[in-house]
């Protein structure tokens, strides 16, 4: 049950990023190039995407457990810090590079496969190379 | 005001982000966790999390392209990239690397995160746009693209 329901969200999340547009790279690239033809769409995706979220975290609050799993594993920490912000601007640089983020990488794998592997190989190599120095950072200190 | 921008899709955008937003839903109430696709996609190669959450993980990566593909069918769209190979490589390493260090992507800051109202998601979502913005604004003044 688990796993088939994590595989419908999964599924219901990549035919919204292609419905919405923001699996196809020049829309988002639209929406960060403000001195061009500005195109607003990915704002609509981000308010039609946080409504039913804020409601799920209303409901959430009240909850002892989730339907169908022992507990809530959600992220905790509360403060601000360096690899926040610096991981922030270095992702929005990949970002605006290729108007690709994680989720319509992965997506336009059903797509055109071809197409996106270089990315999707780099961001993999990219997220291992994350892995690796914070592992060693950790023995060092 | 959309008359201003006749390539928006703002119908398109509502329609598809609502289901974006109701399949973190079903991830949050239904199995406890974010919808956070540089997350799950760590966890799923093995560099955060158990290996219970591996499982989860791999179905819902697994689900994103099989929904794109399927809903590819039933309306088709255009895709196009601009980025040239070098790009999509160097975009894919910043991607990958930025997303992990920061705890997050889009999907996770920007539509879970905030949905939280979480300092933490506010400040990352601000930082990631602002650098998109500012790369895409020096892409245009480099050259045509």
Redesign the interface.
């Known amino acids: 049950m ?26 988002v ?2 929406f ?26 209303f ?2 609050r009240s ?1 002892s ?5 022992d ?5 905790e ?4 810090d360096a ?21 319509p ?9 071809l ?2 592997l ?14 690796l120095w ?1 592992r060693r950072s950790q023995n060092i200190s | 005001m ?1 008359a201003n ?1 006749p ?4 119908i ?24 956070g ?2 997350g799950l ?2 966890q799923l ?1 093995g ?1 955060s999390g158990t290996p219970r ?1 591996r ?3 791999a ?14 069918l039933g ?1 088709p ?7 040239t ?1 070098a ?17 997050g ?3 996770g ?4 995160g ?3 109202l ?3 998601s506010f ?3 601000g ?11 020096m ?2 003044a480099a050259g045509p693209f």
């Open positions: 688990r796993l088939i329901l994590a595989l419908f969200s999964g599924a219901l999340f990549g035919a919204g990023l292609l419905y919405s547009g923001m699996a196809n790279p020049a829309r690239t639209g960060l190039d403000v001195f061009g033809r500005w195109d607003p769409t990915l704002a609509f995706v981000m308010m039609g995407a946080i409504v039913p979220m804020t409601l799920a975290w409901v959430q909850m457990r989730p339907l169908v799993e507990r809530f594993s959600l992220p920490k509360r403060e601000l690899p926040l912000a610096i991981g922030a601007i270095i992702f929005g640089a990949g970002w605006g590079l290729t108007g690709i983020c994680p989720g990488a992965v997506a336009n794998l059903g797509i055109n496969p197409a996106i270089p990315f999707v190989l780099a961001m993999i190599a990219g997220m291992a190379v994350h892995h914070a | 959309l921008f390539h928006a899709a703002p398109e955008g509502l329609v598809g982000g609502l289901m974006i937003g109701t399949a973190a839903a079903i991830m949050l109430l239904g199995l406890g966790r974010i919808a696709i540089s996609m760590a190669l560099m959450a499982h989860v993980a179905m819902f990566i697994i689900g994103l392209p099989v929904g794109a593909a399927l809903m590819a309306a769209v255009a895709l196009e990239m601009s980025a190979p790009m999509m490589v160097a975009g894919g390493l910043l991607v990958g690397f930025g997303t992990r260090l920061g705890s992507c889009t999907s800051h920007g539509v879970c905030l949905s939280r979480s300092a933490r400040v990352a979502t930082l990631f746009m602002g650098a998109a913005f500012v790369t895409v604004a892409l245009r």
